[in-house]
């Protein structure tokens, strides 16, 4: 079965760290780019980070530059998002999504993440 | 790349038709996916490169437009189709969605 499955979360106070995971499983994980979306309570989907297979490249949205970072290791077929010196405006449910030509095809469960004192 | 849709919010009758419209600040070609996105639920990939409709998505969706604007149509409405709406440019980085429409069924 194809499937992205997410784990961490939870809650963290402001200037926290906290790490995502999204495993997959049914396909080529090596094959694909990844990202990381998210949707702020009450919000649109705002995109986050991309990488490519190779890990040769990462992109991320302006406003978590420098303090998330995205990562993968293709032999465990697992996706990362590390976000550190988090603020409460990260508050969000993160998605993994694989990304295909011309579209984000699969999507993760869904994991929240609350930034509050 | 800025997207605007309009409208931000509609509703519309079993049956019905709706169109959503999407503007991109610059041209992308037709690198346009529309997603579907209910409460609590993944965003769910309707419509690729402005006009591929994906496998297993009623065909009463469809996609068109290129360069600048872009619409997404619904026809026969069933109540299912309840649910906001997202545009999203792949063109460059950063990667950006549009600020979503919302769908209500009546």
């Known amino acids: 079965e194809v499937q992205l499955v997410q784990s961490g979360g939870g809650l963290v106070q402001p200037g926290g760290s906290l790490g995502l995971s999204c495993e997959v499983s049914g396909f080529n994980f090596g094959g694909y780019v990844m990202a990381w979306v998210r949707q702020a309570p009450g919000k649109g989907l705002e995109w986050v980070a991309n990488?490519?297979?190779?890990?040769?490249?990462?992109f991320y949205v302006d406003s978590v530059r420098g303090r998330f970072s995205i990562s993968r290791d293709n032999a465990k077929n697992s996706l990362y998002l590390h976000m550190s010196s988090l603020r409460v405006e990260d508050t969000a449910v993160y998605y993994c999504?694989?990304?295909?030509?011309?579209?984000?095809?699969?999507w993760g469960q869904g994991t929240l993440v609350t930034v509050s004192s | 790349i800025q997207m605007t849709q309009s409208p931000s919010s509609l509703s519309a009758s079993v049956g019905g038709r709706v169109t959503i419209t999407c503007r991109a600040s610059?041209?992308?070609?037709?690198?346009l996916a529309w997603y579907q996105k209910n409460p609590g639920k993944a965003p769910k990939l309707l419509i690729s490169?402005?006009?591929t409709l994906q496998s297993g998505v009623p065909s009463r969706f469809s996609g068109s437009g290129s360069g600048t604007h872009f619409t997404l149509t619904i026809t026969s409405l069933q109540p299912e189709d309840s649910a906001a709406y997202y545009c999203?440019?792949?063109?460059?980085?950063?990667?950006?969605f549009g600020q979503g429409t919302r769908l209500e069924i009546e």
């Open positions: 990488m490519k297979q190779d890990e040769s490249d990462k």
């Open positions: 999504a694989r990304v295909a030509i011309r579209g984000y095809d699969l």
């Open positions: 999203q440019q792949l063109y460059d980085y950063p990667i950006t």
């Open positions: 490169d402005a006009s």
């Open positions: 610059q041209g992308i070609s037709t690198l």
